[in-house]
């Protein structure tokens, strides 16, 4: 079987865009609003956008 290659659902990594750091500081600080807004509706939903923003702040620090 021979490797087939598609442009749809490719992903391009990250770090290979010029403003990453910018973009994960947006994302980062998106993922802390939607988990303080959830804290007290969703309890679930906001541990899961603080990990996000956990995982994110790594990769920022990785960066930096």
Known sequence: MEKQYCKVGTVTPIAAKPNVITLLEYQYQNFIE?????????????????????KIQKSLENLI
Do not use: G
């Open 34 to 54: 939607k988990a303080s807004k959830m804290r007290y509706s969703n309890t679930k939903l906001s541990e899961f956008f603080e990990l996000r923003a956990e």
